[in-house]
């Protein structure tokens, strides 16, 4: 059986198309038909070699997904075939499996991970794997797998907000719209979204932003006086400029590879602050997919409204130009 998959190839490319053959499942296994998948900026990060050299190339891409559970290898519990499930990073319940080994038509090996979206199928480990009820959209799905979870995740575990508490974002994508509308939940007082794209703040409004900013480098920096600062630019002027401004910093953009952070004047109006990286807002998948998923079904989380574009598989290199260039929300790539 061969399944098509966009996989990149090198590093700064276009991603190309293969038919891969799908192997046999082993221990802890699943397969699972990938019907929607969103794009992160991880996955422009990665296109970029953000991190340095990639010695996985070739590979299959993307970590978020809503899908069908077709087949399960041995030992697997947790889901079952027909499951709708969400396709996740972060781990959740099960076993975590060894990563599947794809090959193409003439035998050439390409990599994937313990989940792979950017393709048709895939084998996934079970411990990325979350059912789901089977009235959610598939979507809406692909959002739990990172956007969601990971914005939310800041607020409730990395910056555990309290009412009337402020907080600034900048970069308002997927993940920072999550924290915009998870801090307005909460009752935060102030809700600052940073964003040099002008419908970007307007998205960040209609999500519970009070203020807006174009420029951050434009604001004073006030010592203290702000509780939160996150940071979904990976910008290290702009989280330098943020940590002088916050009791608390919290990074989920990527530098670049090799780039330094430097704080200037350490001796005055830093006693105390936080600064901190976020793992997927510390989500549990098992726990949290669920309840926001009834947060969702209640009317409490506005999802629908995250999803800006949609594009077919075959068009996966445009979605990622429209991602790069900052000027959308959420974009899902749709399989069939």
């Not at 964003?195 to 970007?200: N, T, W």
């Not at 900013?213 to 330098?240: E, K, P, Q, Y």
Request: hydrophobic share 40%.
């Amino acid at each position: 059986m061969y399944m098509k998959a966009a996989v990149l190839e090198e590093l700064h490319a276009p991603l190309t198309f293969m038919d891969l053959e799908i192997p046999e499942l082993e221990r802890g296994q699943v397969l699972v038909q990938v019907v929607k998948s969103g794009i992160c900026g991880a996955q422009i990060g990665e296109i970029a070699g953000t991190n340095g050299p990639d010695r996985y190339l070739p590979h299959l891409m993307g970590h978020e997904g809503g899908g069908v559970v077709l087949k399960i290898g041995s030992e697997v519990t947790y889901v079952k075939v027909g499951d709708h499930v969400v396709m996740h990073w972060r781990k959740g319940t099960g076993i975590e499996s060894d990563p599947p080994k794809y090959v193409t038509q003439t035998g050439l090996p390409v990599g994937g991970g313990w989940v792979t979206t950017f393709n048709e199928m895939a084998v996934v480990s079970e411990n990325r794997l979350t059912a789901i009820d089977l009235n959610i959209p598939f979507e809406i799905a692909a959002l739990m797998g990172c956007a969601v979870t990971t914005g939310l995740g800041i607020v409730y575990n990395d910056a555990q907000l309290q009412p009337y508490q402020s907080i600034m974002v900048a970069g308002c994508g997927g993940v920072g719209l999550n924290v915009i509308q998870g801090a307005n939940l909460i009752g935060c007082s102030s809700i600052t979204a940073v964003d040099m794209h002008a419908c970007k703040l307007a998205m960040a409004k209609g999500f519970g932003a009070t203020d807006f900013v174009f420029d951050i480098f434009s604001l004073a920096r006030s010592g203290s006086n702000l509780d939160v600062f996150v940071d979904c630019t990976g910008d290290v002027g702009v989280i330098a400029y943020g940590y002088a401004m916050a009791k608390k910093t919290i990074l989920v953009g990527q530098p670049k590879a090799g780039e330094c952070l430097t704080l200037p004047n350490m001796r005055s109006n830093y006693c105390g602050k936080i600064l901190m990286d976020s793992q997927g807002g510390q989500t549990n998948p098992t726990e949290d997919i669920p309840r926001y998923l009834r947060m969702y079904m209640d009317g409490l989380l506005d999802l629908d409204g995250l999803i800006t574009d949609r594009f077919p598989l075959s068009e996966v290199n445009a979605a990622l130009g429209l991602v790069r260039y900052g000027k959308s929300g959420r974009v899902i790539l749709e399989m069939g």
